[in-house]
C-alpha cells in the first residue's frame, strides 16, 4: 500500500504555505497530515484536498524542554486545532508568551503558518513545522 499524499510532497506544500490533505471519497472525512488510510472508516479511497489553514484552538500544552540542539526554542506552547475543513492539526503558537497561556485560548481562532528548522542528531535534514497565529 501506498500514500496518496506523500510526507515530502506534504512538507514540500507547507514550505509554500499551502496544507493539503486527504478527503475520504467514501465517507468525506478529512486528514492531515498524511495517513494511509481515512481515520474514520479506514478506507483507502483517498484524494488530496488542498485546506484553509483555519481553525480554532482545542487544546494547548507548554513545553519548557526543548529537543536536543534546540534548546533556545523553549518555553513554547504547542496547540491542537480543530480546522475549518474538520482535520485537526498541532502546530506551534506564535503570537502569546508561553508563560502568559491559559485557558482563554481554547476556542481561539488561527490560521496556519510554517518555519524550516535546522536538523539536529535525530534528523536526517532540515524539517518544516506548522505554526499557528491568532485570526482575532
Request: contains cysteine; hydrophobic residues 35%.
Amino acid at each position: 500500500m501506498e500514500y496518496t499524499l506523500t510526507h515530502k510532497t506534504y512538507y514540500d506544500a507547507l514550505k509554500k504555505n499551502k496544507l493539503l490533505g486527504l478527503k475520504c471519497k467514501d465517507c468525506a472525512t478529512v486528514t492531515c497530515p498524511p495517513k494511509m488510510t481515512c481515520q474514520e472508516c479506514t478506507g483507502t479511497n483517498l484524494e488530496i484536498t488542498e485546506l484553509s489553514g483555519k481553525g480554532k484552538i482545542a487544546t494547548f500544552t507548554t513545553s519548557y524542554v526543548a529537543p536536543l540542539g534546540r534548546e533556545v526554542e523553549a518555553p513554547y506552547t504547542i496547540v491542537l486545532v480543530e480546522l475549518e475543513e474538520g482535520a485537526w492539526i498541532m502546530g506551534n503558537l506564535i503570537d502569546i508568551d508561553p508563560a502568559k497561556v491559559g485557558m482563554e485560548l481554547i476556542g481561539r481562532k488561527v490560521k496556519l503558518g510554517f518555519k524550516v528548522f535546522p536538523g539536529d542528531m535525530y534528523s536526517a535534514g532540515e524539517g518544516v513545522r506548522p505554526l499557528f497565529s491568532f485570526l482575532d
